[in-house]
Each structure stands twice: as C-alpha cells, then as structure tokens.
C-alpha cells in the first residue's frame, strides 16, 4: 500500500526553535505566561541558534522576546530591558550540533562496535561546544561566517585538533570530504591558526606511530609554538579498538616507541622553559604508562589546563593526602576495585599501604576490555559487560568503579547496564569509588562508596544526548 504523501512543510515555520526546560519564578517569562515546555521561537526578531547568541541579543541591553506553546499554538511577545527574562533551555545548541567533515584514519567513531546508544556515533564538530565545553574541533568545516563570528564574539578560548602542521600530512590523515567542506580555507590548519590570531587555542597532536611522531612531530611542536596565540599542545596516543572494518592498519605505541616520544617531548619542554618560562607542550598519561617511565610530578603540568584529554589525570588522581589507616576494620571485609589494564598497576601501588589494616581484603582487578578489544586499555572505556564477565557474582562484599565509566551525571554505563544492574546480577554492593585517592581510600576503608558524579560537569557528550540530531 502506498504511504501517503507527506503535508508541504510550512514556509513560515521557524527553522529550529530553542526547548524551554525551566522558567524562573517571578521573572519577566514567567508574568508573561511562558511556562516550561514552550519554545523561544526569536529574539529581537532573529533566529538563535544557540545560547551564546541568546546571550549576545541580551547584551544589547533591550530585547523582544517571542515565545509559543507548541502544543497549544499560543504565542506570547514580551520585551526586557537590561533583565534576564528567566529562561533555561534544555539544549545550548538550537539549530543542532556542526557534525565532522573528516574521515580520519584514526577515528574513533569509526571504530565501534554496533549496539551503543546512537548519541555516540554522532561525529560533532562543533566551535560552539569548543568554546563552551572544551572540545576538540578540526576547524575544517567552518564558513566564513562562522569565522568571521568566532572573531567578532571573541569566542576564546577554543581547543582545535591540530594532528599535524604538515599540510599535506594532515590532508592525508584526516581525508575530508570535498562536498561537506563549506570552505576550502578552512583545511588549512596553519591558515586557520593565523586566521583566529586574537583567539587563544589550545590544540592537541593525536600521534600516529611512524605518521606524524618522529620529526613530523617536532615540525609541528615547533610551529605551535611560533605562533603567538597557541597556548598549548596536548600530544596524545592514537585510541584503537579490535573493531576496525574497512579502515586503514594502524597500530599503538610499542614501550620503545612511546619512550623516544616522551623523550623527544620532554627536550622540547626543556627548551621552551628556558625560553618562555612555560613547558607548552603535554604528553597524556598514557605515554608514560606505556614506556614505563614515572610520572612527572604535579608541578609539571603546570595547572592541568587540558585534564580532560588525559594529560595528568592519574597524577591528578593520586596527588594529595590521604586520610590516617586505621590498625584495623571492625569487622572483616571483601572489597575489589575494578579499573582498565593501564591504570591497574599504579592504582594498586597506590593502594599497597591499605594491605596492612587488618580486616581489609583488598584487591585491584584489571578487566581486559572485552566490548572494544584488549589494545583498548584505558578504564573509561569499560562497559557493564566487562565487568560481568570478570567478577563473579558474590565473591566481594563491595565492588567499586571509577566514575569515569558512567554517563554523564547518571549510573549508566558505556553500554547502557547500570549500577543497579550490576547490583543484581553480581549479588554485591557496587558503588562510586570516588574521583581521587584519597576519596577512594575513605570508600574502602569505611566500606561505602558514592553516589554517581557528574564527570566534569556538562559537557558536549551531554550535548550529544539531547540534542536531536542524533
């Protein structure tokens, strides 16, 4: 049977409207009529598509605002002047998230196996989360207005995916597609760089072995630096999973390789203290993990300016003091803390001086990643699966995970198990360790773990969630 055919779309319809999620009691909305649930549909007479344009109409000092009830079709026209109207949207982004123009080799999207929640095979690239949130962006499917926007906002700071300062290399590597790039300036990353002088960028290298590390990567430290308004580079190892389809080989560091990176790194931070006073660039932990070299100590990493990429997290983690041992638990206790093959080691080293309170049964159980793959070791990236079929059902009486496995605010992880059904199907308690040593020490010894932790706050995978285009 034939479908029907679908009603010629409305020509005087908003193109995308913004979800109010809470209106504040008292403000100028609210005595207005608007109530959570309707739609701001423009402001000053202009479509916003995001919050940071909301906020910029506002600034003018005087702003109409048009809203609607979207149910109802009742629509309300309200003017504020130098006042917030009350309004919390559900989403920042409005006209929905900028998605990549790449098809890089090495990313991760590309890499993962079928069945998770369909916000994490979005492929966002979005300045606009860059700005707000901290994301890494490419940069090459950016218009002139976008650019031209960036710089009349002074959207600074922005965190920019660099790979390479090689043209050509990065062309290679990232491989876009010709018909979604809006501007073919846009793939110059140098041209990009230079083009956003007044913005302050922080960019990361994910190095390849035998791609861009090597003297590539000393040709790109070099023209990071040259430039005044890169505030640093993040160099961080390429994230493979076993679910590699169609793609090119790749491979990770060998400890060997990922030792002449660190030491290639660290003789150009040594350069760049005695010049700038700064070290600029930043290995991830993992570089140092994989060539079994100590971690630099917290000073190093001058601030932690770029912790959500993994550059000094596990010193992050275990810096600080930690609460006084008892000499013994008032009644014996079972407790394993579960975590990825690369942190196990230095968690459990981290952990050795609880061995000695008597009463404790203490153990640091490194799950293999059966969801993407053992080459995938990092504890963020482990699923519900993992832990069920590496822990049997009773076998401690407290089971505590990194909050890093959850979503975001939520007790739900990668593949949408959640706490409680671990709970269930292991027949423990299993709890929220904490988000560092000493917080995870004070959960063992007293044997209760936390609630779930929002990671980091929002962020642009909580972006990813609600936005509708995934």
């Known amino acids: 049977m034939p479908h029907a055919p679908r009603p010629p779309k409305d020509p005087s319809a908003p193109p995308f409207t913004a979800a109010v999620r809470e209106v504040a009691p008292g403000s100028p909305a609210e005595r207005a009529g608007v109530r959570a649930g309707w739609e701001l549909v423009r402001i000053n007479g202009q479509w916003v598509p995001d919050v940071l344009a909301y906020r910029r109409e506002l600034e003018r000092g005087e702003a109409t605002l048009e809203a609607r009830d979207p149910l109802a079709g009742t629509e309300v026209v309200f003017t504020v002047a130098w006042e917030d109207p009350g309004l919390e949207f559900e989403d920042v982004i409005f006209d929905g998230l900028r998605l990549c123009a790449n098809q890089c080799e090495f990313c991760y999207v590309h890499q993962m196996p079928k069945g998770f929640r369909k916000s994490l095979y979005v492929m966002d690239d979005d300045y606009r989360t860059s700005f707000l949130y901290g994301s890494f962006v490419t940069l090459t499917n950016l218009t ?25 290399l990065r062309r290679d590597m990232m491989r876009w597609f010709r018909l979604k790039v809006r501007d073919p300036a846009a793939t110059s990353v140098r ?15 994910v190095a390849l072995p035998g791609r861009n590390d090597g003297e590539a990567l000393d040709l790109t430290l070099a023209y990071l630096a040259s430039r005044p308004n890169v505030q640093a580079v993040a160099v961080v190892p390429v994230g493979l999973t076993d679910h590699r389809r169609n793609l090119p080989t790749l491979r990770t560091f060998t400890r060997e390789e990922a030792d002449a990176v660190v030491a290639r790194v660290e003789a150009f931070q040594r350069t760049m203290l005695r010049e700038r006073g700064t070290r600029f660039a930043f290995l991830s932990d993992e570089f140092y993990l994989v060539a079994g070299r100590p971690l630099p100590p917290a000073s190093a990493y001058e601030g932690f300016s770029m912790l959500e990429n993994g550059v000094g997290m596990v010193r992050d983690f275990i810096a600080g003091s930690t609460p006084p041992l008892p000499a013994a638990l008032p009644r014996p206790l079972r407790v394993i803390c579960a975590t990825g093959t690369l942190f196990a080691p230095v968690l459990d080293a981290a952990l050795a001086p609880l061995r000695a309170v008597e009463g404790l049964e203490l153990e640091v159980r490194p799950l293999v990643n059966r969801t993407f793959g053992a080459v995938t070791t990092v504890t963020g990236l482990l699923a519900g699966r993992d832990f069920l079929t590496q822990i049997s059902p ?5 089971l505590l995970v990194s909050p890093s496995v959850l979503k975001y605010g939520t007790e739900t992880l990668l593949d949408d198990r959640t706490l409680d059904d671990l709970r269930h199907e292991l027949g423990m308690r299993v709890e929220v360790g904490g988000t560092n040593l000493a917080e995870l020490m004070t959960s063992i010894l007293s044997g209760h773990g936390r609630s779930a932790l929002p990671q980091f706050g929002f962020s642009t995978h909580a972006v990813k969630e609600t936005t509708g285009q995934h």
């Open 144 to 168: 002139e207005a976008d650019v031209r926007r960036i710089l009349d906002e002074h959207l600074s700071p922005l965190y920019v995916s660099v790979h390479t300062a090689d043209e050509d």
């Open 191 to 205: 041209g990009m760089i230079e083009r956003l002088e007044p913005i302050d960028l922080f960019t990361q290298v």
């Open 394 to 398: 009773g076998e401690a009486d407290l």
